[in-house]
């Protein structure tokens, strides 16, 4: 059985924030919630995690989350006294406890379990985990026998020249024997630079603590400030894009373009430049996105075409062109081979196969059949002032430019509505609608002070 504490009670203060630093934005989701996520993978019987400051925010952010514990550690006296405040929560538990820093948000499931494992083969009291790193400023380095069994933990500043050339550094994950820890955690001093409570003084008291190294040491980066954080978020790209490439998308421009970890691509899409695709994103075979485009939470079918725009909320079926410079949003559904063109905004409105909207449109509410035509200008008035109401139009009907159809309202199929008509009743199918003053025209006609010349 493994349960895991993850501490998130620290303000943060290198953040210079007002946010709990565990609640930072890296990639769509918080810290927080990646170490969360990544702590899922081991599969734990219990989550605990250790909340202080901004504790009911950071509670608020996780209320979506089942079967998390929250512990409050009221004075923030260091990562020791953090892990102290859960010995009454776990009476009785009699597995192991993996302690993750809540600011450590890069490391993989693999390597949680992987230090699982090792702790578990070697029945160690502790394990740690460990890297080498290029630039170990600001970490705890970590000496060891032979053996890579630890012999002491010295934080940054508490450390000795010599010592701190040691780059090897604690990253803020362990495993323990939850029953030893529970023994030794009481005993801990505060006697160090920062008269803190040291969770990494535990070693001193095990027999064995062994060290196990990161392969990646990119995994343990810890997040304490504003540039670390976009450190953290530029390794987390370069994951993500590699994994892309490597899986047949093409990337035209990878440094200009961004991609949340929970997008799914699917192979011979190309992502070209100035392209963001965000939240729960699906694009599929064939596909090309941008350049300037973007997509959020949205599913794009095969073979289509997004270019410089934006659509959020929406599902754009097989061989669809849009743009440039249309804007989809608010759960539109757009049919097979349709064109969405130029400075066409579309609300929570269904289009029909290859029914196109080409230029300076605006539909919200709006449901279309197939082979629609909307002429250049056509808008829905959808909004009284006080209710939004919808607009139905028939298969194959086509309105002529700069139509207004004031919703509700519905026009039936095979319907021509004439160019700069205002409609505000239903049109039956096959009809021709012209709802517009008819032209005048006096002839030799001359304006009247003219006249008097
Ligand atoms: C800590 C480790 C250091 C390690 C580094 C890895 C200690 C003493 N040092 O240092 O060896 O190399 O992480 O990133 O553990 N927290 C609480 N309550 C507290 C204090 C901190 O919950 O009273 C939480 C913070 O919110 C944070 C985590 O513990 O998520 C780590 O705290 P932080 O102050 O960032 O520790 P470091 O100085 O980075
Ligand atoms: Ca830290």
């Known amino acids: 059985?493994?349960?895991?504490?993850i501490l998130a009670a620290g303000r943060g203060t290198r953040m210079k924030s007002r946010l709990p630093k565990v609640l930072h934005q890296l990639g769509g989701r918080s810290l927080l919630e990646r170490v969360l996520g990544c702590a899922a993978g081991v599969q734990p019987s219990r989550v605990l995690v250790i909340v202080g400051y901004g504790s009911e925010l950071v509670k608020e952010s996780l209320a979506d989350v089942p079967g998390v514990e929250f512990v409050e550690q009221r004075e923030q006296l260091g990562t020791g006294h953090a892990v102290q405040q859960i010995i009454p929560h776990l009476?009785?538990?009699?597995?192991?406890?993996?302690v993750l820093n809540g600011d450590v948000p890069l490391l993989r499931?693999?390597?949680?379990?992987?230090?699982?494992q090792s702790h578990r083969n070697h029945q160690n009291a502790a394990t740690i985990l460990t890297a080498q790193l290029p630039d170990a400023k600001g970490y705890g380095r970590v000496f060891c026998d032979g053996q890579n069994l630890v012999t002491q933990?010295?934080?940054?500043r508490d450390c000795t020249p010599a010592q701190r050339q040691n780059r090897r550094v604690n990253?803020?994950?362990y495993c323990f024997q939850w029953s030893a820890l529970a023994e030794v955690l009481p005993k801990l001093q505060s006697n160090n630079d920062q008269q803190e409570y040291y969770l990494t003084d535990v070693v001193s008291y095990f027999d064995p603590v062994m060290a196990v190294d990161v392969q990646d040491y990119?995994?343990?980066?810890?997040?304490?400030?504003r540039k670390q954080l976009a450190g953290a978020y530029d390794i987390l790209q370069t994951r993500v894009k590699d994994s892309w490439m490597r899986a047949g998308v093409t990337i035209v421009d990878p440094d200009s373009v961004t991609i949340d970890d929970a997008v799914q691509l699917e192979p011979d899409v190309v992502i070209e430049p100035q392209t963001h695709l965000r939240g729960q994103t699906v694009i599929r075979a064939g596909s090309r996105i941008g350049p300037g485009s973007l997509i959020e939470n949205s599913e794009i079918g095969?073979?289509?075409?997004?270019?410089?725009s934006v659509v959020t909320d929406s599902i754009v079926n097989t061989g669809s062109r849009i743009g440039p410079y249309a804007h989809l949003r608010g759960h539109v559904q757009v049919g097979e081979r349709c064109r969405i063109g130029n400075f066409v905004e579309l609300k929570n409105s269904t289009l029909g196969d290859r029914t196109n909207?080409?230029?300076l449109s605006y539909l919200g509410d709006a449901t279309l059949g197939e082979q629609v035509n909307i002429g250049a200008g056509t808008i829905t008035a959808n909004y009284d002032g006080v209710k939004k109401h919808r607009t139905e139009i028939g298969d194959r009907t086509k309105t002529g430019s700069n139509s207004v159809l004031v919703a509700p309202i519905t026009i039936g199929a095979d319907v021509t509505i004439a160019a700069g008509s205002t409609i505000t009743e239903d049109v039956p199918e096959d009809s021709l609608v012209i709802a517009r003053a008819r032209q005048v025209v006096k002839q030799g006609w001359k304006i009247k002070s003219k006249q008097a010349e």
Do not use: K, R, W, Y
Not at 1 to 5: L, W
Not at 153 to 156: A, T, W
Not at 302 to 308: C, G, H, W
């Open 1 to 5: 059985m493994v349960a895991v504490a």
């Open 91 to 98: 009476q009785g538990f009699s597995g192991d406890l993996l």
């Open 109 to 116: 499931p693999e390597t949680l379990d992987s230090l699982l």
């Open 153 to 156: 933990i010295i934080e940054d």
């Open 171 to 173: 990253a803020g994950i």
């Open 218 to 225: 990119q995994e343990i980066l810890g997040i304490n400030d």
């Open 302 to 308: 095969e073979a289509a075409t997004v270019l410089f």
């Open 357 to 359: 909207v080409a230029h």
